[in-house]
Structure formats: structure tokens, C-alpha cells
T-cell receptor, first 112, second 112 residues
């Protein structure tokens, strides 16, 4: 059974204080690992897809990295508008239909 | 360009009643999905569809029925609502079996 564990559950940062969110996974052959951002009362918004160990992707203050067992979402010099819940999900090679297994998320709050 | 929409956004119903949640996408994506999101569980897949008239069960399908007669619509029906089905429901779509999924704004359902 595919599993995704995200840590920490909640994180409070000061504006400009860089940090990393962790996503540990077990999957029967990884097809892709996805990061989403979710604001309160809204649907998840797609950020990145990573496919193989060593891959990195960047978008503004966010950088996602992938190893064989975990992924990190690095947030550099965060701003209050980066406050959201960040979700990680994996897709396995086996099984059809593009099914994703999600973690429970890291709730990030960035304060002035 | 509306993307993916859900209706209603909020719904209160009583135990035993039938309720249908609607999902509509304008991208002509082949794949569509229904998730529920509950505290402590993250997003869990209820049903998915690879194309019109092709549907399959996800992780938590019991008590739900889906249909997909048109590519753009994917309604979710609770045939006899129970309190345990109180949740936030998200619809998503994807252009292929390995691409990212795009989520709708969600429907908050309360079953009294």
C-alpha cells in the first residue's frame, strides 16, 4: 500500500526565515511525486511534479527536490502570502487511472 | 475560461436523503476524479473516470455512485446520506494518466 507522510504538521516562520517541508513516501515504483498548495476554503493548486531521484524544480521562492525515499519543499525568504497548507502526493507505476495518494499536509504560517 | 467548477458550494442535508454533487470541466480532459477531504485523513479518492462511460472505484467508494455520460461532467451521488459522509468534496481533472490533476473549488457537505 502506498503511503505518504508529511512533516511537520504545522510550521510558523518569520518573514524571510527560510525552511524546508518534508514528504516521506513508500510506493511500489514511483511514477511521479506532486506538490500542491491549498489555501483555506479552496481546492489544491498544482505546484510541481518530480519524476526521478535528483530532480529539482523551482518556482519563485519554492524549490522541490526528490530522493528515492523523500521529497523536500524548500521555501527561501518566505512572505506572508506563502502561508497555506502544502500537500504532497505520489503516483505509483502500477495501477491505472492516474491515482494519487496524498499526505495530510503541512500548514505553513509566515508572519511579519 | 471557467476551468473546473463544482456545485453546489455548500449543502446541508439529512440522513437518508439522496444528494448529487456536480462537477463540470471545460478543458475536455479525459480523466476526472472525486476526492473527499477530512481532518487527519488528507484527500482520499472516491471514484475516478478515464473517459466517458468508464469509471472505477478509488479508496473509499462505499455509499457513493458516479456516472459519466459526457466528457465534461462527472456527478457524484450519495444515494442515502450518512453523517460519516459529512466532508469537503473535491472534483479534479487531468489530461492524461500521468499529468497533474487540477482541482475544483470544493463542495462542503453537512449531513445532519
Amino acid at each position: 500500500e502506498d503511503q505518504v507522510t508529511q512533516s511537520p504538521e504545522a510550521l510558523r516562520l518569520q518573514e524571510g526565515e527560510s525552511s524546508s517541508l518534508n514528504c516521506s513516501y513508500t510506493v511500489s515504483g514511483l511514477r511521479g511525486l506532486f506538490w500542491y498548495r491549498q489555501d483555506p476554503g479552496k481546492g489544491p493548486e498544482f505546484l510541481f511534479t518530480l519524476y526521478s531521484a535528483g530532480e529539482e524544480k523551482e518556482k519563485e521562492r519554492l524549490k522541490a527536490t526528490l530522493t528515492k525515499k523523500e521529497s523536500f519543499l524548500h521555501i527561501t525568504a518566505p512572505k506572508p502570502e506563502d502561508s497555506a497548507t502544502y500537500l504532497c502526493a505520489v503516483q505509483a507505476m502500477t495501477g491505472g487511472g492516474n491515482k494519487l495518494t496524498f499526505g495530510t499536509g503541512t500548514q505553513l504560517k509566515v508572519e511579519l | 475560461d471557467a476551468g473546473i467548477t463544482q456545485s453546489p458550494r455548500y449543502k446541508i442535508t439529512e440522513t437518508g436523503r439522496q444528494v448529487t454533487l456536480m462537477c463540470h470541466q471545460t478543458w475536455s480532459h479525459s480523466y476526472m476524479f472525486w476526492y473527499r477531504q477530512d481532518l487527519g485523513h488528507g484527500l482520499r479518492l472516491i471514484y475516478y473516470s478515464a473517459a466517458a462511460d468508464i469509471t472505477d472505484k478509488g479508496e473509499v467508494p462505499d455509499g457513493y455512485v458516479v456516472s459519466r455520460s459526457k466528457t465534461e461532467n462527472f456527478p457524484l451521488t450519495l444515494e442515502s446520506a450518512t453523517r460519516s459522509q459529512t466532508s469537503v468534496y473535491f472534483c479534479a481533472s487531468s489530461s492524461s494518466s500521468y499529468n497533474e490533476q487540477f482541482f475544483g473549488p470544493g463542495t462542503r457537505l453537512t449531513v445532519l
